[in-house]
């Protein structure tokens, strides 16, 4: 059954996707390849793709300066306290993605009340949607949960009697934090910055929300080339080149963290 699942919901649609980017040539393109060839030669939507690529850099920078602290916090606090972060965690995460991303929009919008403070301490009119600012903070938002959680599962597993045996001998509390509990932390910083990243790359709800159409990403594009423009063919080969970046970047990132797990796997595995 589970295989009959992912064959459904998961095999197929990307198979007609794959297949309608070679064979629904869309406009002035010529050729099985012409969907790719237009969009890998459209200067227009090379700086969608790359300004998707910066926004998702910068919501797993933020997910990871915000999410490494907690979840080391979690790891060091008692059972009930621990209890109530990780509640903390998953009721938002739990909850709709569309109503949590309404409830940006009236929080960061012209008349909320993130405006009217930053106004009242002298930061003047700031514009905080309808632009990348508010893409950002949305999307970080909705995907923290994301990184905090692999993180507490690989900081949970790494021997905090490490970092007391370097500080016997001699290491400075921040010297030892740095040179043992960091690279131990690792493959949890690349697993959940992995994730992250991989999901702003297709993410539509909150850039469509939070964003404008003079900034969209990648998504809103395939959104707008198979609903408005029927252009099924170029979603296709939109969709396919996104998908495989993301491959690689999982390739890549699996191999790594794999490496790092086998190599540092003395340091963890129990507390």
């Given amino acids: 059954m589970p295989v009959v699942f992912v064959v459904l919901v998961f095999v197929y649609p990307v198979g007609s996707m794959f297949r309608l980017s070679f064979t629904e ?7 099985v390849l012409g969907n790719y060839h237009w969009y890998l030669t459209n200067d227009v939507q090379l700086a969608i793709l790359r300004r998707t690529f910066v926004v998702a850099a910068w919501v797993t920078s933020i997910c990871l300066l915000v999410g ?13 306290t621990r209890l109530l972060m ?7 995460f739990w909850s709709n993605i569309v109503a949590r991303t309404y ?3 009236i929080l ?9 403070v930053l106004k009242t301490v002298g930061l003047g009119e700031v514009h905080l949607i309808g632009n990348m600012t508010g893409v950002t903070i949305g999307a970080a938002q909705v995907l923290l949960p994301f990184m905090i959680l692999p993180l507490y599962a690989t900081l949970n597993r790494i021997d905090l009697r490490l970092l007391d045996a370097a500080e016997s001998l001699g290491a400075k509390p921040r010297r030892a934090f740095l040179g043992v509990y960091l690279p131990l932390a690792l493959p949890g910083i690349l697993a959940g910055s ?23 990403l990648v998504s809103q594009q395939i959104v707008t080339q198979v609903n408005q423009l029927l252009a099924f063919g170029r979603g296709g080969a939109m969709a396919l080149v996104l998908l495989s ?15 790092l797990t086998k190599a540092l796997g003395s340091g963890t595995g129990g507390r």
């Avoid at 960061?108 to 009217?116: A, C, E, H």
């Avoid at 970046?245 to 490496?259: E, G, H, K």
């Fill in 25 to 31: 040539i869309f406009g002035d393109a010529t050729g």
């Fill in 68 to 80: 490494f602290p907690y979840a080391y916090l979690m790891t060091r606090v008692g059972p009930r």
């Fill in 86 to 92: 990780l509640a903390a965690v998953l009721l938002p």
């Fill in 103 to 105: 409830a940006w929009v």
């Fill in 108 to 116: 960061l919008g012209d008349v909320g009340p993130v405006r009217s």
């Fill in 194 to 216: 992995l994730i992250v990243f991989i999901l702003t790359l297709g993410f539509y709800f909150t850039p469509a929300f939070l964003g404008s159409t003079r900034n969209s």
């Fill in 245 to 259: 970046v993301a491959l690689v970047l999982l390739a890549v990132v699996s191999i790594a963290t794999r490496r």
